[in-house]
Each structure stands twice: as structure tokens, then as C-alpha cells.
């Protein structure tokens, strides 16, 4: 999951696409829900939103998009490794804020858990392995979750991974071999599909290869969508490209799963980033694609501790449909809340600082000074 909200002075004279942010903020919440509704109906046919989890491949194919907007121009200026710099202060603290949290709930659930159950070194280690974001899928009481600590931290890995690619190699390469490496992991993302019968896999440890074919199809379509300015204009406003993005979540779970997901991914996704990008945005719904966009990323990294909980509470005290109704709407609710306070208070200082010294070593290198 991206966001350029960090972006340098020198690209602030670029044009904006806060649609784009918008949507993204719209897929942020579709995860929540979803996860909030995957403790409910663990038949997923009876999920009113039972394909939420295809907001990862919608923010795997906008990250491919900002990312050859921001940097194609200017990644061979400012070198690899400031590159990395600039997506490590952009993507670290909320992944190490994540784990954190995702940490505490673990040792202090009130609802349930057994933490006890796994010694003192092996929490450690699966903590430092959360926040260094090296896979380690260890712990029962979490799903056997890449990540234990905070399972959104998957996509966040292969995130990271595609800009190591995307460094070394995508940058550098031609439309024309970006088109057949899309079309290679296209065939990978329905062979997974076909296998699976979805999409869903990535998040564990049988399943984490499926999490490549997903980032590789995504991110490259991504990325050609900018470089070939496939961008629709239209006049159907962040409403209607929100609909139409929504739709995807809300579509019903069948057995022919293995083939509208696919769709959704391959064609739909792609579609949607070259509508958002043309669309026009009134005046008035520009904050709230502005502020939508900001808090998406806060809110995929920070909800899922509350959702362990939530889970436990679901299975140990079974509460009615009313009253589950109110908890969940709460629950969202007040997720959103404690996002905008880890972002004002935790992220945005953090990276602000991470970004201050990283300007003044490039100033005193600049200067002659201390490389």
C-alpha cells in the first residue's frame, strides 16, 4: 500500500490525483470491513462484502502508478539508495507502529489469546521479525500469519520487494518489456486463482507465493498505465469511480471466484486507476479525497490488533445481531479515530524528522561536507 503524501518540492508542481487518494481511502475501509466481517461469516458466500480483501491488489496496482509518477523522472539523479531512503521514511514507522500494537494486543487481549503459551524468546523474535518485516509464520493464536504481530505487514512486504525490483530493474526497462513481464504474471494470477479457487492467499506461510503473483501483475500495471498515459478522462467524479470501485467488493462469492477475481485484478483494477486518473474532482470533495488518502495508510497498519480482540470477543461471548451490528460500526468508528492520532501524532513527526536529516546530510554532501 502507497502514498505520496511526502512527496519532494520538486515534484510539488506535478499534478495531483486526489481521486486517486480518494479511492484509496475507500479501499482502506473495504479491508476493515472485511476483516471485521470474515469473524462473523466464516462462510464467505454469506459476506455482503466477501471479496474486501481485493483492495490489497487495487493499492498493489495505485502503487505502481504513484510510484512511476513520482519517480521515473528522478530515480536516476538521486541514486538507488536515497531512493530507498525516501520509501523507508515513507512506509517504516507505520510498519513498526503495527507491530507494536499488534504486540500488545497479543500480551494484554482481554477477550482471550494464549501468549503464555509461547516463551518469552519466540515473542521476541517474532516481534523483531514483525518489524523488520522478514516473514516468519510461527504463532497458532494468529493464523500462522506471515507477520503475527500485524498481518496487513504482508502486502507491505512485497511492497517493499517490488520497489527493490522497481530500483534495479523496472526503471530501467522499456514498455515493451514491462508488457510481457505483465503478461507473464498475469498467467501467474490465473494459475493461482485456478489452483486456489480465489485470491485470497498471500497473508500465510502455505500460501506466500501466491503473494508475488499478486504484486508482480498489480505494480506492473501500474506502472504502464503511467508510462503509456492510458489515462480516461471522463466526468463521472470521485463518486462514480468510488461506486465503481466499491462494486468490486460487494460482488457476490461463488464458485466461479477463480474467474471474476482475475477479471476484477487483470482488467477492472487497471481501469479504474486510468478512470480515477482522468476523472474531475469538484472543489468541494477535494479535502475529502485529500484526507482520505492520508489516513488509508494509518488505518490498514494500525486496525488489525483490534481485530484479534474483536475476534475473540466474537467467539467467546457470541452477542446478537444488534448488538454485533453496533460494535462493528463502533469498532470502524473509533479505528478511524485512533488512526488519524497515530498519524498527527506518531507518523507524520517521525517521517518529518526521518526527512529533515536525511535533507541535511544531502545538504552537507552537497556542500562538501561528510558523505
Same mark, same amino acid.
Given at each position: 500500500?502507497?502514498?505520496?503524501?511526502?512527496?519532494?518540492?520538486?515534484?510539488?508542481?506535478?499534478?495531483?490525483?486526489?481521486?486517486?487518494?480518494?479511492?484509496?481511502?475507500?479501499?482502506?475501509?473495504?479491508?476493515?470491513?472485511?476483516?471485521?466481517?470474515?469473524?462473523?461469516?466464516?462462510?464467505?458466500?454469506?459476506?455482503?462484502?466477501?471479496?474486501?480483501?481485493?483492495?490489497?491488489?487495487?493499492?498493489?496496482?495505485?502503487?505502481?502508478?504513484?510510484?512511476?509518477?513520482?519517480?521515473?523522472?528522478?530515480? %536516476?539523479?538521486?541514486?538507488?539508495?536515497?531512493?530507498?531512503?525516501?520509501?523507508?521514511?515513507?512506509?517504516?514507522?507505520?510498519?513498526?507502529?503495527?507491530?507494536?500494537? %499488534?504486540?500488545?494486543?497479543?500480551?494484554?487481549?482481554? @477477550? %482471550?489469546?494464549?501468549?503464555?503459551?509461547?516463551?518469552?524468546?519466540?515473542?521476541? =523474535?517474532?516481534? @523483531? /521479525?514483525?518489524?523488520?518485516?522478514?516473514?516468519?509464520?510461527?504463532?497458532?493464536?494468529?493464523?500462522?500469519?506471515?507477520?503475527? @504481530?500485524?498481518?496487513?505487514?504482508?502486502?507491505?512486504?512485497?511492497?517493499?520487494?517490488?520497489?527493490?525490483?522497481?530500483?534495479?530493474?523496472?526503471?530501467?526497462?522499456?514498455?515493451?518489456?514491462?508488457?510481457?513481464?505483465?503478461?507473464?504474471?498475469?498467467?501467474?494470477? /490465473?494459475?493461482?486463482?485456478?489452483?486456489? %479457487?480465489? =485470491?485470497?492467499?498471500?497473508?500465510?506461510?502455505?500460501?506466500?507465493?501466491?503473494?508475488?503473483?499478486?504484486?508482480?501483475?498489480?505494480?506492473?500495471?501500474?506502472?504502464?498505465?503511467?508510462?503509456?498515459?492510458?489515462?480516461?478522462?471522463?466526468?463521472?467524479?470521485?463518486?462514480?469511480?468510488?461506486?465503481? =470501485?466499491?462494486?468490486?467488493?460487494?460482488?457476490?462469492?461463488?464458485?466461479?471466484?477463480?474467474?471474476?477475481?482475475?477479471?476484477?485484478?487483470?482488467?477492472?483494477?487497471?481501469?479504474?486507476?486510468?478512470?480515477?486518473?482522468?476523472?474531475?474532482?469538484?472543489?468541494?470533495?477535494?479535502?475529502? /479525497?485529500?484526507?482520505?488518502?492520508?489516513?488509508?495508510?494509518?488505518?490498514?497498519?494500525?486496525?488489525?490488533?483490534?481485530?484479534?480482540? @474483536?475476534?475473540?470477543?466474537?467467539?467467546?461471548?457470541?452477542?446478537?445481531?444488534?448488538?454485533?451490528?453496533?460494535?462493528?460500526?463502533?469498532?470502524?468508528?473509533?479505528?478511524?479515530?485512533?488512526?488519524?492520532?497515530?498519524?498527527?501524532?506518531?507518523?507524520?513527526?517521525?517521517?518529518?524528522?526521518?526527512?529533515?536529516?536525511?535533507?541535511?546530510?544531502?545538504?552537507?554532501?552537497?556542500?562538501?561536507?561528510?558523505?
Amino acid at each position: 500500500m502507497d502514498t505520496n503524501n511526502t512527496t519532494p518540492a520538486m515534484l510539488k508542481m506535478k499534478r495531483h490525483f486526489e481521486i486517486l487518494d480518494g479511492l484509496r481511502g475507500i479501499a482502506a475501509l473495504a479491508v476493515v470491513t472485511f476483516h471485521f466481517m470474515e469473524w462473523v461469516y466464516t462462510d464467505a458466500g454469506k459476506n455482503f462484502i466477501g471479496h474486501g480483501f481485493l483492495a490489497v491488489d487495487f493499492f498493489f496496482c495505485l502503487s505502481g502508478f504513484v510510484i512511476a509518477y513520482a519517480y521515473d523522472d528522478r530515480i %536516476g539523479k538521486m541514486g538507488v539508495p536515497e531512493f530507498f531512503k525516501s520509501r523507508i521514511i515513507r512506509l517504516h514507522p507505520l510498519v513498526v507502529a503495527g507491530s507494536v500494537l %499488534g504486540l500488545l494486543a497479543f500480551l494484554f487481549d482481554p @477477550f %482471550g489469546g494464549h501468549p503464555g503459551s509461547y516463551g518469552a524468546g519466540r515473542i521476541i =523474535l517474532v516481534f @523483531f /521479525c514483525s518489524v523488520l518485516l522478514i516473514p516468519f509464520p510461527v504463532i497458532e493464536d494468529r493464523g500462522f500469519n506471515l507477520f503475527s @504481530f500485524n498481518a496487513p505487514s504482508w502486502s507491505l512486504f512485497w511492497e517493499y520487494v517490488a520497489n527493490i525490483v522497481y530500483a534495479f530493474v523496472l526503471c530501467k526497462l522499456s514498455r515493451g518489456y514491462l508488457q510481457l513481464l505483465a503478461l507473464l504474471s498475469a498467467v501467474a494470477i /490465473c494459475w493461482v486463482s485456478y489452483r486456489s %479457487g480465489n =485470491l485470497l492467499g498471500g497473508w500465510s506461510g502455505p500460501t506466500f507465493w501466491d503473494g508475488s503473483a499478486r504484486i508482480s501483475y498489480s505494480f506492473l500495471a501500474g506502472l504502464l498505465i503511467y508510462r503509456s498515459n492510458w489515462i480516461i478522462k471522463n466526468k463521472l467524479g470521485f463518486p462514480g469511480v468510488a461506486i465503481l =470501485l466499491f462494486l468490486t467488493f460487494i460482488m457476490p462469492f461463488s464458485q466461479w471466484n477463480w474467474i471474476t477475481e482475475p477479471l476484477a485484478v487483470l482488467v477492472y483494477f487497471p481501469l479504474l486507476i486510468a478512470l480515477g486518473a482522468g476523472a474531475r474532482l469538484t472543489p468541494r470533495l477535494k479535502n475529502v /479525497c485529500t484526507f482520505s488518502g492520508k489516513i488509508s495508510y494509518p488505518l490498514y497498519m494500525t486496525h488489525y490488533a483490534v481485530l484479534w480482540m @474483536f475476534g475473540n470477543y466474537y467467539t467467546s461471548h457470541k452477542p446478537g445481531a444488534t448488538q454485533l451490528a453496533v460494535i462493528i460500526i463502533a469498532g470502524i468508528v473509533l479505528l478511524f479515530g485512533a488512526a488519524y492520532l497515530v498519524m498527527v501524532a506518531y507518523d507524520i513527526p517521525v517521517r518529518k524528522y526521518l526527512t529533515g536529516k536525511r535533507n541535511k546530510g544531502l545538504a552537507e554532501q552537497k556542500a562538501g561536507g561528510t558523505p
